[in-house]
């Protein structure tokens, strides 16, 4: 297939696989952006099983805490519906460039883990009723010292094979905003045109 305008949107690894025929320095600078596995671990309790009111969004665990987990959402104090009927929802952190090795204990001891740091923190009396875990083996692409010259490498591309674009939590901001706001941003330039 032939086209005037090719968006390179996946992840950075990912990427860096599909142009490496183009150019195999910025490929690999490109595929070699940290990035750390981070696991999430939902669990769900009896409201009379937490002392803390959980009023609020959640909490943060700076590193001079020396906790196990890197943060706890509360879902089910934000939105409805994340729980049922005298229930409440965690959403707990665990890994990231902090404890990657954290990231990658089997679900049982993951499980325990955050259970142990959820009756530490939040007066947590009983086992969930629920659980699940989700895994990211690249989570999110870290800015290290270095990362302007990377992506200078990508800009460089992009000039010299006009049409060509890359976009990504790799380059200028990793929140889902700023991803949203760099696609509609770059959609806004092109003259794209479409066939049926
Ligand atoms: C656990 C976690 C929690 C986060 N929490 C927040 C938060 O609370 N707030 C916030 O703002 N940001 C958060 N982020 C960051 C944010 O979600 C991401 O940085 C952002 O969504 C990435 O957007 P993206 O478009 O670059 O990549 P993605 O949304 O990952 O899109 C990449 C796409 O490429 C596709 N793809 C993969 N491989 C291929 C392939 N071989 N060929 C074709 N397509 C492929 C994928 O299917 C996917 O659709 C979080 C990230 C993680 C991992």
Redesign the pocket.
Known sequence: MQADQVIL???AQ?VAGLFAELDAAAAYALGNIPAYP?S?VHTGYRREDVGNPLDGFGMLCPSREGRNVLGILWPSSLFAGRAPEGHVLMTTFVGGARAADLALLANAALIDLVVGEQQALLDVVADPVFTRVAR?ER??PQYVAGHAARMGLLAHLEVQYPGLHFL??YRDG????R?WHKGHELGATLPLTVQA
Do not use: F
């Not at 990793?174 to 905003?177: I, L, P, Q, Y």
């Open positions: 949107a996946a992840p990912v981070l999430i990211w989570a999110i990504g939590n990793v929140s889902v905003e991803c």
